[in-house]
């Protein structure tokens, strides 16, 4: 599997770890700090009428003329449920929070919302929690995130890198219109972008211009009432996650519809219990494996993953994965 061009200019970010991305850098010849090379837009404008953008799309040029679903996304599994949050493991995916996985280069997140207390359906009880309410108590026990800083905290993020299109991925527990009232509190719902279904996705500059640069899903089904947030197994489609090991580990649908371009590669290993697995990470999350992995979906489903999911983010280096996928403009024969 090689480039077909490295015709892409990189945006000055943070430095990142993975072997693969030094090779690309080499490749690059950028000779000192974070020095962008040059791009040849010929081929680029002779396949697409558009004015190439002077500015990147989450971090690449190349990207802004691409739709939503044909670019790779990093992606953190249960995003604000790390040690630095004060949830600890077992309840745990990450050991540091949203500052560091965005100064990293994430920008897909997977979130949990329930309220701190069961009973208590109130918008000022919305918590980020990782678990689920059928044992009788709410999951923020082992830890919560208040909702609406945290949310706001990515608002402020994303209006300090507007170039930069988000995903939010919402495994809801609460009552809709209490989700919502927590989008508005944190400035975020004039920022969601609206898709009709089966309809072609835009381009990220599309979304850009348009400043509608937040794409929103669930897993509550579809609601009529809220068209702002879309049903994650109507408008999109998963692999399996958590397997034992990463030979397990396929393209395969496991839920969703597999017709629908937008689809998770979802990237972690259980261990006891059934339980994310801290002491792997190293492995599920190695750049050349995500790679070869994300390679087979493109190979079996006709189209490179949209996100790669992940646990215990700080090991391995997916945002460096991603960056080589979307790097590739179709595979090599």
Known sequence: MTNRR????????PTMRGGLFAV????LLLCSGCVAPSVDT????????SELPSEACNGLVVLCLRTYDNVTFPETHNA???????????????QTGLDAQWAAGMRAFMID????????????????CH???????????YGNVDSVSWLSNLQSKMNENPRDVVTLLVENYVQPDHLLAVFEQANLREKMYLHTLNTPWPTLQEMIEQETNLVVFWEQGGDSSHPW?????????????AEENTEDMNCDLLRGDVEQEVYHMNNWLRGPLGLSDPTR?????????LVQRATECWQQHGKRPTFIAVDWWEDGDVVAAALAINQLEQLSD
């Open 6 to 13: 490295l015709d892409v200019v990189i945006r000055c970010v």
């Open 229 to 241: 947030v879309h049903d994650f197994l109507t408008y999109s489609w998963t692999t399996n996650y």
């Open 42 to 49: 010929s081929s680029m404008q002779e396949d697409d009428d």
């Open 281 to 289: 990470g190293d492995e599920a999350n190695d750049v050349d494996f």
């Open 80 to 94: 604000f449920s790390t040690h630095q949050d004060g949830i600890y493991y077992p309840a745990s995916n990450h």
């Open 24 to 27: 690309f850098l080499t490749l």
């Open 113 to 128: 919302t329930h309220y701190e207390t069961l009973g208590d359906e109130r918008v000022e009880s919305v918590r980020l």
């Open 131 to 141: 678990g689920d309410d059928d044992r009788g108590f709410s999951p923020c026990i």
